[in-house]
């Protein structure tokens, strides 16, 4: 499965409404993205001269800094009247409970924090390879992602006096050895060529031997970084100012390795190693990759990449036809003459492409979770800092994870989140009153923004900046890593700790809403309406984090007392309530719909509950499904990227595939660029995470102790093949199709138990004895043990 491209990128038909600079609008529409969870090249592959954009995670700007000495995360400790914003959040509570909702919606905009500090992610340099391209035309070019091994080819021949010469470039960039590895090779003639490594933040650049250095610190914030370009040659290689000249080569390598002093430990954000600590450590890996050679380098890097990449396949109607260029292949596709071929291919390669995207933006060992634009970014101001946000976008980048059976990929996710426990912790005392003292875990807060340094204050506007249920919703992402993998090691020591500090907060902060229902306040549903006490927003994703974590404590089989009290608290909750027109409300007060909020709203924050979390589910409450349609139809499709995946991930929850698929087609139509990354625009990745979750939805579903089998297959994937997707409870589940019907499916128990299996299409049967249900049936498997299902 590849993307590829057969004219350089100055010829490709891109769009030309520029929303951002027009290098920036060229960059994000036709790069092709490598990485290995922390170093990120975007690969232009011109042939007259080799451009490579280089990121690194771990460069921002922002957080503490010998300059901003009182960094405190962002929060504010009182304001110009000398008032914390505590006590303006018991007023805005006073107010709401005492009907002054108009007061306690502006005193609302005092729960802010500062921007001072607040930084963004930055582009590290550039690798340029000049004078590549030999005399004559350009023949036979060709730029390719293959994402079967993470390799990025570049291309053509030219002839010139009747001398052919044919010129290749491969690179990739290695997980196992930490290095980028660029490769250049020419046949039929050599390379005099020219390369240099610049620096977007004024490094200090040396060069020595046949290595290019940089070591530099940021302004902003006195974060130390060191790079280095390290050529392997049969050529001659001088050096030419901070430039490394090669001349007479058939074969040029290039090995790249860049590193920070960046470090999540809280406050201090720093590991304490100088630039020049970290260029000898830069130096040690690119020696280190030298040694090993390439064919080593390649080797160990298909290995671990395939070892994730190649667990799930699909394939809808023929994957194996010929395909044009991804460039027209995707302008074809929305032509009504598109042929079925066509058009599911490029849907299952959008599909791995959100797999491929995961695996070269978040690995085991990073510190970080993938931000906005995963880990590229060719700017210094990149669109909302290229953040953290988490009033969908970061939650939205791990919904697929899991499913896809990438659960290593879901660390950093998980491990950040449990460093922001420690400035949460301030964010709760500062702003709700809720204080942690010595060992007592009283509950962290952070809202929509958030930083690698810490930033856990709402943001400096309370429209957007204010979302104490960004807490529970990203608990949600991290649970589910034990609920697929059943990792009871993990969820004792990591997740459930957090879990349970999580309830410990939010039993303080609910308040009763005067009817006898527990609600949280002030809250407001992303990004629009009113100010309220309570809403659906945050007390779906409360709901979920309490059944979750009552869940996990029955798994350990501890807190046996904690568990009643959230077993009450979840019983005295506000619940989910149907409207008038027969919708989700959004807001208590709401009684038709349509008549609070911004029609059309891209968030569609009171339907959480059906997608990613499982309250609403058909199982237990098919009238809030049909409620969930109304709500979805009047919510509409026009919409930017990501809020188009959410909308495939949550028409695929109530069955229907076939709404699922037309959004899928806009999608690809309206909201991909060229290169098949989301935009929304800018580029943004969430929606390419939102798409392949959505696939996953559509194909199988594991809620409510289930396995469901096509739950949303579209009528016009006829027939198909998936293989490897994990399902909650840690089953492999592959299902083939055809004619529209399950044909079979291989399931198989990584830690065994009750599995219920189940699919609308109709009655299963299976190769073990079995018992059946009303609308399942139940097999007892071992570890290791498969069982072959059909239809009866
Ligand atoms: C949320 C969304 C916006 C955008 C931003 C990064 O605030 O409402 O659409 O995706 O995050």
């Known amino acids: ?84 914003p505590y006590e303006y959040f018991v007023k805005v509570r006073e107010l709401f409970k005492g009907g002054e909702i108009s007061k306690a919606a502006s005193l609302c905009n005092k729960l802010v924090g500062i921007e001072d500090g607040y930084g963004s992610y930055q582009c590290w340099g550039e690798i340029n390879i000049d004078n590549l391209k030999p005399n004559g035309r350009i023949n036979d070019y060709k730029r390719e992602l293959d994402l079967d091994n993470a390799v990025c080819t570049v291309e053509y021949t030219t002839s010139s006096k009747g001398r052919r010469i044919k010129d290749v470039r491969k690179y990739f960039v290695s997980y196992p050895d930490n290095v980028a590895v660029l490769r250049i090779m020419r046949e039929g003639g050599s390379i005099d060529t020219s390369i240099g490594f610049s620096s977007n933040h004024d490094a200090i650049i040396t060069v020595n031997e046949k290595k290019i250095i940089q070591r530099g610190t940021i302004s902003d914030n006195g974060l130390n970084y060191a790079g280095v370009l390290k050529v392997v040659s049969d050529g001659k290689v001088v050096a030419d100012g901070d430039k490394l000249n090669i001349s007479g080569a058939n074969d040029i390598i290039l090995l790249l390795a860049l590193d920070t002093d960046y470090e999540d430990n809280y406050p201090v954000y720093r590991t304490g190693k100088s630039a020049e600590s970290l260029v000898e450590g830069v130096i040690a890996k690119v020696d280190s990759a030298a040694d090993k050679g390439y064919d080593t380098l390649l080797n160990n890097h298909i290995a671990d990449y395939s070892a994730l990449y190649d667990r799930v396949k699909l394939s809808i109607h023929d994957i194996n ?213 309570g809403n659906t927003y945050e007390q779906s994703l409360l709901m979920q984090m309490y059944l979750d974590t009552i869940h996990a404590a029955n ?52 339907l959480l509950g059906l997608y990613p979390c499982s309250i609403i589910n058909k199982y237990e409450h098919p009238d809030q499904i049909r409620a969930a349609v109304v709500s979805m139809n009047e919510r509409g499709e026009k919409t930017v990227g990501w809020a188009m995946c959410q909308r495939i991930n949550s028409w695929a929850r109530v069955g229907d595939g076939d709404r699922a698929l037309k959004i899928i087609g806009d999608f690809i139509a309206k909201s991909l660029n060229l290169n098949l990354w989301d935009i929304h625009p800018p580029f943004q990745i969430d929606g390419n995470f939102g798409y392949t979750a959505g696939i996953n939805e559509m194909l199988m579903q594991s809620i409510s102790q289930r396995i469901e089998l096509l739950p949303a297959l579209p009528s016009a994937w006829r027939k198909g093949k998936v293989e490897g997707l994990l399902a909650r409870g840690n089953y492999v589940v592959d299902i083939e199709w055809e004619d529209g019907k399950l044909n079979n499916a291989h399931i198989k128990a990584l830690k065994g138990g009750k599995c219920r299996i189940c699919t609308p299409q109709g009655n299963l049967v299976c190769d073990k004895e079995y018992h059946a249900h009303s609308d399942c049936i139940e097999v007892e498997l071992t570890a290791g043990e498969s069982v072959e299902v059909k239809l009866k």
Request: hydrophobic share 30%; glycine share 8%.
């Open 1 to 84: 499965m590849k993307l590829y491209y057969t004219a350089p990128i100055g010829k490709l038909k891109i769009r030309r409404r520029f929303v951002r600079s027009k290098e920036e609008s060229i960059w994000e529409q036709t790069i092709l993205p490598l990485g290995n969870g922390s170093i990120g090249l975007s690969v232009y592959g011109e042939p007259e001269q080799e451009r490579i954009i280089l990121n690194n995670k771990y460069l921002w700007t922002g957080g503490p800094s010998p300059k901003r000495t009182d960094y405190c995360g962002g929060n504010i400790k009182a304001d110009a009247d000398g008032k914390s």
């Open 321 to 533: 036809v010929e395909l044009p260029p991804t460039d027209k292949l995707k302008r074809i596709y929305s032509k009504k003459k598109c042929s079925q071929a066509y058009k599911r291919a490029l849907e299952c390669m959008v599909y791995q492409y959100g797999r491929y995207l995961t695996i070269a933006s978040s690995r085991e060992r990073d510190l970080l979770p993938s931000n906005l634009q995963g880990i590229w970014n060719v700017s210094d101001k990149p669109a909302w800092s290229s953040d953290f946000h988490l009033n969908v976008n970061l939650q939205m980048n791990y919904w697929p994870t899991y499913a896809a059976n990438l659960s290593e990929c879901a660390m950093p996710l998980i491990r950040y989140i449990d460093k922001l426990r420690t400035p949460g912790r301030l964010t709760a005392e500062l702003y709700t009153g809720i204080a942690s003292k010595g060992s007592e875990e009283n509950g962290f807060l952070f809202h929509t923004q958030n930083t690698p340094f810490g930033w856990t204050c709402p943001g400096w506007d309370f429209s957007w900046g204010w979302s104490p249920a960004a807490v529970p919703w990203i608990l949600h992402n991290v649970y589910e890593y034990y609920e697929y993998t059943c990792d009871k090691e993990m969820l004792k020591g990591t997740i459930y700790p957090m879990l349970k500090e999580s309830c410990a907060y939010f039993t303080k902060l609910l308040i009763d809403d005067g009817c006898g229902r527990l609600v949280t306040a002030p809250c407001f549903s992303p990004e629009h309406g009113p100010r309220t006490l």
């Open 555 to 606: 798994v350990l089989d501890i807190d046996s007392e904690l568990r009643k009290e959230w077993g009450a608290t979840v019983a005295k909750l506000k619940p989910i309530e149907i409207g008038e027109s027969g919708q989700i409300k959004e807001w208590y007060h709401e009684t038709q719909l349509g008549q609070i909020g911004e029609k059309k709203h891209r968030h569609m924050s009171h």
